[in-house]
């Protein structure tokens, strides 16, 4: 069946949830929804979806979610999501939901895997063998893709939550619940609100913020390359998409890497660090590759 296969596609995101029915990369319906408590949330994206499928049968749904989730297939908790800020969420059986409605196979992971898998499959990230998607939006987070598949462990990446060094003169305390000033906590966009006292979009594109923001995301891309190393940085998400901040991030990952290593020359990190190809349907595409991974 490949490309050719009608599959379901969810991504549910921290403020909002996209549903989409697709034939391949080919999205033929979508529909979006705040993203509220689960009782409220997945019922209306369960029955908009057969709804939609009711003239053919799904070969598959594919599930893209907000972190941190159970990937382990031989977990007890397998398919829920993990300690969340995101009020209700935690512990909520997100993959057993879908089960229960649709009797197919279910491509289940995290969003920015999903989107990892869209972009090597279709976009920006084509022909490479390793790549990164790292989305920057309501939180941020990162999906590595080696041979076609996202990487796990026992569990799966959480970039956002590592410690950058920071500008020691920035007294900020960081917005992440858990560990104040890991990178979530500082250039996610309720970060950034926090930071600027305003929405990360009415900020003037010549704050200087911003480069705080810039080389703190500068910091990821360096130990990402240092430690993974990929082929291909895709940086996505709200934030992340700001043209303002990827050639400062560039600069910003050159000068710190002062030449160590293959790679690591201005004109390979603008080849490396890029902006999504698949642009901000980067998202709900990753779905659709994990449904039609699920098929394959």
Request: contains cysteine; charged residues 20%.
């Amino acid at each position: 069946m490949g490309e050719s296969a009608l599959v379901a596609a969810i991504e549910l995101g921290g403020t909002k949830c996209i549903a989409a029915i697709a034939r391949g990369r080919d999205i033929l319906n979508r529909e979006r929804w705040p993203t509220r408590t689960p009782a409220e949330t997945l019922p209306a994206i369960l029955d908009w979806i057969a709804e939609a499928s009711a003239g053919e049968p799904l070969a598959a749904v594919g599930v893209a979610g907000f972190g941190p989730l159970v990937v382990d297939p031989t977990h007890a908790d397998y398919g829920k999501i993990g300690s969340t800020p995101k009020p209700h969420w935690s512990g909520f059986d997100l993959r057993g939901a879908v089960v229960a409605r649709f009797a197919v196979p279910i491509g289940f992971d995290t969003d920015v895997a999903g989107a990892a898998l869209a972009e090597g499959r279709w976009g920006a990230a084509r022909g490479c063998g390793t790549h990164i998607y790292v989305t920057i939006g309501t939180g941020v987070g990162a999906g590595i893709a080696v041979a076609g598949k996202p990487l796990h462990g026992a569990a799966h990446p959480e970039v956002g939550h590592i410690r950058v060094r920071r500008d020691p003169t920035d007294a900020f305390a960081g917005a992440c619940p858990f560990h104040g000033d890991c990178l979530e906590g500082l250039v996610s966009g309720p970060a950034i609100a926090a930071r600027a006292g305003m929405p990360a979009e009415q900020l003037a594109s010549n704050d200087p913020l911003w480069d705080r923001i810039a080389d703190e995301i500068a910091e990821l891309v360096m130990t990402l390359m240092l430690t993974v190393p990929p082929q291909r940085i895709v940086i996505g998400g709200g934030v992340g998409s700001s043209g303002r901040l990827l050639p400062r991030i560039r600069a910003t990952a050159t000068a710190r890497l002062a030449g160590y290593g293959p790679g690591s020359d201005a004109a390979a990190i603008e080849r490396l660090v890029v902006s999504p190809g698949l642009g901000a349907d980067a998202g709900p595409l990753g779905a659709v590759a994990l449904a039609l991974a699920a098929v394959e």
